[in-house]
């Protein structure tokens, strides 16, 4: 018979078999405590509107599927953490509590098509060309810091150029968008300038050469690697073919490179948008006012339109008492839109056709009304967001801020040392600059650059932090956080 202490060894044994069989944890119940705080690199995503910017999303997500009791999910916390730091402003780190956020959950299985069976469950979100859902990765090797880095540098998108002595003129004729160019001796692409040539896309193009081309290395007037010139400016007149490259001087990270890339490039796709929106509008209000000039209506044979190439006038308001006017100001009107109406013989006529006119020009109006509120609409989310990023990052500084001056030692003072009050964020923010929109990706490639891409600890100079466009920003990191070997 089976004594009772024998039977509690047997309990215990079983219990530590079956917590060495699972990976994972079972999504069960678990509690409510946060394994992430507020202050920390990694984002909480808690929200559908969360998850739907990211459809939109011009750099890599990381996705970790956590339960707060899970004890595979504590000890990777840590390392999750690292990578949320060494990746910060490069990569969007985020985690999403699966009890306190099942809808969320639910939503991102329906979504792309998965079950979750367990947790942490880590995938990416990976942006895709041409306007398409970003594609989920899973994550399935070791849970170290240093692997999951590596792999998310891998599937940063790339939109940069390996530039050469010959491909250098082509790049410089395509198109008039401001240049910048990357000179490094490493061998693949660094995940700054990956993260950079993807926040700028479609307002700056951005290049990456070895000091091997020459011809590259003195038009851009780099003497050492790395590197950093802009050949073509948005706002400097630059003639690089005389020397004249802007040759960047400060820090490599990414904050100072941002700032420098941003005077330089076009600006926000908002401005862009605006414009082609008017654009639009004009071009819609001239083919318009085109078929009713060519249908010839009543007899009209279209005899009145101006000669190709002649500027056409701006046409006239039409007053809502037609019937009031003389047929000689009606037939002023009409030669107004280039429409002679040679076919009208009744006053009734000419009015019919003004009428026609009428409801063209109101719907010009009315397209040009859409691009301006389609523009107001841009610059107050773009603006909003900025905001909001800008606040999440001021208050995890005053956190930080106040914990350091809290733990500093005040000479002469051996009693505990006092608490630090930190004054309130104002809303007196200036918006300097603001990120566009997604783009397209373009596979990612290797070339003469950077270094080790991988995850370690060491400093291989992957750790910069990026402020893509407009997402969620956490805290800047500190200045040894903030630098990369280009």
């Known amino acids: 018979m089976m004594t009772m202490r024998m039977r509690a060894v047997v309990v215990a044994a079983v219990a530590a078999m079956l917590l060495l069989v699972v990976g994972c944890c079972d999504v069960c119940a678990g509690d409510e405590s946060q394994l992430y705080p507020s202050a920390s690199a990694v984002m909480d995503l808690n929200s559908i509107s969360q998850l739907n910017s990211l459809r939109h999303a011009k750099k890599l997500t990381i996705i970790e599927i956590y339960r707060v009791d899970c004890g595979y999910c504590q000890a990777f916390a840590p390392e999750y953490e690292k990578v949320a730091e060494k990746l910060r402003r490069m990569v969007n780190v985020m985690a999403v509590d699966v009890h306190r956020n099942m809808e969320v959950v639910r939503e991102m299985e329906s979504r792309y098509n998965f079950k979750l069976e367990g947790v942490p469950h880590i995938f990416f979100l990976k942006p895709q060309a041409n306007g398409k859902p970003p594609k989920r990765i899973v994550y399935d090797s070791d849970r170290k810091a240093s692997t999951l880095s590596k792999i998310a540098v891998g599937h940063m998108p790339d939109y940069s150029r390996y530039v050469t002595d010959m491909s250098l003129h082509k790049i410089m004729r395509e198109d008039d968008l401001p240049v910048a160019v990357l000179v490094t001796s490493k061998k693949t692409t660094p995940p700054i300038w990956k993260a950079l040539s993807a926040k700028y ?24 690697a790395p590197g950093i010139a802009v050949l073509r400016s948005n706002k400097v007149d630059i003639h690089p073919t005389h020397g004249e490259a802007l040759v960047y001087e400060g820090p490599m990270t990414f904050m100072a490179i941002d700032f420098f890339l941003m005077d330089h490039a076009l600006p926000p796709k908002a401005k862009k948008a605006a414009k082609q929106g008017d654009e639009a509008a004009q071009q819609q209000s001239n083919a318009s006012s085109g078929s009713s000039n060519g249908s010839g209506g009543d007899g009209g044979d279209g005899g009145g339109r101006p000669a190709s190439g002649s500027k056409k006038k701006e046409a006239a308001t039409i007053p809502d008492n037609l019937e009031s006017l003389r047929v000689s100001d009606l037939r002023k009107l009409l030669q107004q ?150």
């Open 201 to 224: 896309k479609g307002r700056m193009k951005l290049g990456v050469t070895n000091p091997k081309h020459k011809g590259v290395t003195d038009a851009t007037g780099v003497e050492n």
């Open 337 to 486: 839109f280039h429409d002679p109406c040679n076919g009208c013989i009744e006053k009734q006529h000419m009015i019919d056709r003004l009428e026609v006119h009428k409801q063209k020009q109101q719907k010009k109006e009315q397209v040009k009304q859409a691009a301006d509120d389609a523009r107001a609409h841009a610059k107050h989310s773009i603006c909003a967001e900025q905001v909001r990023a800008l606040r999440e990052e001021n208050a995890v500084l005053r956190r930080h801020l106040e914990t350091l001056l809290n733990s500093m030692p005040i000479d002469g003072c051996p009693e505990p040392k006092p608490t630090t009050t930190i004054l309130e964020e104002t809303r007196d923010y200036i918006i300097e600059e603001v990120p566009d929109e997604d783009d397209g990706q373009q596979p990612s490639h290797t070339h003469g650059m950077v270094g080790d891409q991988g995850g370690d600890d060491d400093d291989d100079g992957d750790d910069d932090d990026d402020d893509g466009d407009g997402e969620h920003e956490p805290a800047a990191p500190s200045p040894a956080r903030d630098s990369e070997d280009l």
